[in-house]
C-alpha cells in the first residue's frame, strides 16, 4: 500500500471500471483515500475462462495501475501471483479491511449481480458502511430505466432507443431523426457477393508490450488447462489504444459496416466489425465519445446515415437496454427457462472439432481470438443451442467464459434472453430460429460444408435445418400464439405426417450422436 496514513474511504474499483474520469473520484481525498484493486483467480474460474478474455482483464488492470501510479493516486493493488494473494474476492477485501481499518468502502455498481452482493455480505461483515453509486460510464441509470419500464406491457429497445437518441441530441434534429428514420436496420443486411468481400482492411492490433508480456506468461502458468491460445492476443489495453482502435475502425470500415455487419465469410472473423466492445466493457474507452465521434463522420459526410446510424443503435440503444434489462430482472433472470431446454451443451463448443463447418468455423475463431461478431453469436452459435434445447444456464456460461467483451451485464441479456429466447420474451418479441439457408444466405460457410442447408432428412441433410422444423414441432402450440412467428409455423402446416416423423427422427438420431462423441 502506497500511503502510510490510515484511510478514511476505501475506493474500490473492479477490473471493468478501470478509468478515473468518472463523477465516482469526485470526492476523493488523496491525503487520506486509498484506491483498493486486486487480481483474485476466483474470477477467471467461476466459469471455465478463455485466457484471452483473462489476459484482457489483468493486462488492462495492470496498465490502469500504472496509470494510478502516474497520478498520483494513493492505491493498494494486488497482484494474482503474490504469495500474500487470496483466492477469492471475499478473502482478498477482508484482509484489507481487517488491516487498514477504513471508516467506508465506495464502489460504483459492478457488472455481475454476484460480485455485488459479494461486495455487500463482505463491507457489511465488517461493520462498515458501503456507499454504491451509479456508473456513470453508462448512459442510462438503472432509475431511468425503471421510470421507463413502469406500466408497459412489452419493453423492446426500438422505444427506449429513441429516447437516448433525444436524451443525448445524437442524430437529431429538434426531437425529430435525421434523414425522417429512426432507424435504418432494413439497409443493414446485404450479404457479400459470391466471390466474397474481396481486399478487407486489416484492423490495428497491438503487440503486447512488457506488461501484457508478463500477464500472457502468469495466465499459461496459472491456467495451462484453460480455453483458448494467446499466440494471437494483440487486443487493446490501455486507453490510449483503444482511441485508437476507435479512429482506425471509423477511418478504415465504418463506411462499409452498416452493409455487410450481419454477414459471414469463412476465415474471415473481423469483417468491417469495430473491436471496441472490450474496451468499452472495462471503461478504457467511453461510449458516449464513440458515439459522437461516429455521428462525426456523418456529418462531415465521410460515412453514409444508414451505416452511423446501424453502429450508434449497437451503443446508445442495444448495449444500455441490455444492461438496463439485467439490473431490473436480476437475480431471477439468471434462472430463466420459458421453452424447458434441458440438454446438455456439446463438448465441440470447447474444441471446434465438429462437421458443421458454420460452427467449426464461429466456435475455432472464438477459441483463437476470444471474439466472434454478433451474428456468428445469434445465428450460428447460439441459433445451434436455441434448436438442439441446450440448458439456457449452460449456454450463458459458455458465452461468459469465451470472449474477450464479456461482462455480465451485457452477456447474460443477449445469450439467456435474446439468443436462447429463456426468458419468454422479455428481450425479444420471438425465437430467433432460422435454417441452415439463413446460414447459406448470408456467407459462405456452406460452401464446403458436407451437409446441404436446403435439406431436413437424409445422410447430408444440415443438422440446422432438421432442427429447424423439429424446434417447430415441439413448440408449435406455443408459436402459434406469437404473431411474428405466423409465417413460420405455416409452413410446418405443410408438412405430412411422414415428413414430420422422419424430421423427429433425424433430430432424435443427431442428439444421440453428440452425446457419444
Not at 110 to 122: A, D, F
Not at 392 to 420: C, F, I, K, T
Not at 482 to 504: A, D, F, S, Y
Request: proline share 4%; glycine share 4%; charged share 25%.
Amino acid at each position: 500500500m502506497n500511503n502510510k496514513n490510515k484511510s478514511k474511504t476505501v475506493f474500490l474499483v473492479l477490473g471493468d471500471q478501470l478509468t478515473t474520469e468518472s463523477t465516482f473520484f469526485s470526492d476523493f481525498n488523496a491525503a487520506t483515500d486509498v484506491v483498493w484493486m486486486a487480481e483474485v483467480k476466483e474470477e477467471s474460474t467461476h466459469v471455465w475462462t478463455h485466457k484471452a478474455r483473462i489476459v484482457m482483464f489483468l493486462s488492462s488492470m495492470r496498465h490502469f495501475k500504472e496509470e494510478l501510479k502516474n497520478k498520483g493516486y494513493p492505491f493498494s493493488y494486488t497482484e494474482m501471483n503474490s504469495k500474500t494473494a487470496s483466492s477469492s474476492l471475499e478473502a482478498e477485501l477482508s484482509k484489507f479491511l481487517k488491516s487498514s481499518k477504513p471508516t467506508s468502502v465506495k464502489i460504483r455498481k459492478p457488472g455481475e449481480h454476484r460480485v455485488e452482493e459479494i461486495l455487500k455480505k463482505t463491507v457489511i461483515n465488517h461493520g462498515l458502511k458501503l456507499e454504491i453509486t451509479e456508473d456513470d460510464h453508462f448512459l442510462c441509470t438503472t432509475g431511468e430505466f425503471a421510470l421507463h419500464a413502469k406500466d408497459r406491457k412489452q419493453l423492446r429497445m426500438e422505444y427506449f432507443y429513441r429516447e437516448m437518441r433525444k436524451k443525448y441530441k445524437i442524430l437529431c434534429n429538434d426531437n425529430e431523426p435525421e434523414g425522417g428514420d429512426w432507424n435504418y436496420d432494413s439497409e443493414n443486411r446485404k450479404s457479400f457477393p459470391k466471390d466474397g468481400p474481396g481486399l478487407l482492411p486489416t484492423p490495428i492490433t497491438f503487440q503486447p508490450d512488457k506488461i501484457t508480456k508478463q500477464v500472457i506468461k502468469l495466465v499459461n502458468e496459472l491456467f495451462p488447462d484453460h480455453p483458448g491460445d494467446l499466440d494471437h492476443f494483440d487486443w487493446p489495453v490501455t486507453s490510449a489504444q483503444a482511441e485508437d482502435t476507435l479512429k482506425d475502425f471509423l477511418d478504415n470500415r465504418l463506411v462499409q459496416f452498416g452493409d455487410y455487419q450481419d454477414a459471414m465469410w469463412t476465415n474471415q472473423p473481423w469483417l468491417y466489425h469495430s473491436r471496441l466492445a472490450a474496451a468499452m466493457n472495462l471503461h478504457i474507452l467511453h461510449p458516449l465519445k464513440v458515439i459522437k465521434e461516429a455521428e462525426k463522420y456523418y456529418k462531415s459526410g465521410k460515412a453514409p446515415l444508414a451505416a452511423v446510424e446501424g453502429f450508434i443503435r449497437q451503443i446508445l440503444g442495444w448495449r444500455e437496454y441490455v444492461r438496463a434489462i439485467y439490473w431490473l430482472f436480476m437475480p431471477q433472470y439468471l434462472e430463466r427457462n420459458y421453452l424447458d431446454a434441458n440438454h446438455d451443451l456439446p463438448n465441440f463448443f470447447w474444441t471446434a472439432k465438429t462437421d458443421l463447418n458454420c460452427l467449426s468455423q464461429a466456435i475455432g475463431q472464438t477459441l483463437k481470438h476470444g471474439y466472434a461478431h454478433h451474428i456468428q453469436r445469434l445465428m450460428v452459435t447460439g441459433l445451434f443451442c436455441l434448436l438442439f434445447g441446450v440448458k439456457p444456464r449452460q449456454v450463458h456460461e459458455w458465452y461468459l467464459a469465451v470472449y474477450v467483451d464479456a461482462v455480465e451485464w451485457v452477456e447474460l441479456p443477449n445469450s439467456l434472453g435474446m439468443s436462447q429466447y429463456a426468458d419468454g420474451g422479455v428481450m425479444a418479441s420471438k425465437p430467433y430460429i432460422a435454417s441452415g439457408k439463413y446460414i447459406d444466405r448470408m456467407g459462405n460457410y456452406c460452401k464446403s460444408c458436407k451437409y446441404d442447408p436446403a435439406k431436413s432428412v437424409g445422410v447430408d441433410a444440415c443438422p440446422i435445418t432438421t432442427m429447424y422444423w423439429d424446434f417447430l414441432m415441439r413448440h408449435e402450440k406455443l408459436l402459434s400464439s406469437n404473431p411474428r412467428m405466423g409465417m413460420q409455423v405455416k409452413n410446418l402446416q405443410r408438412l405430412t405426417e411422414t415428413t414430420r416423423n422422419e424430421i423427429k427422427s433425424h433430430a432424435k438420431k443427431f442428439r444421440v450422436s453428440l452425446k457419444m462423441a
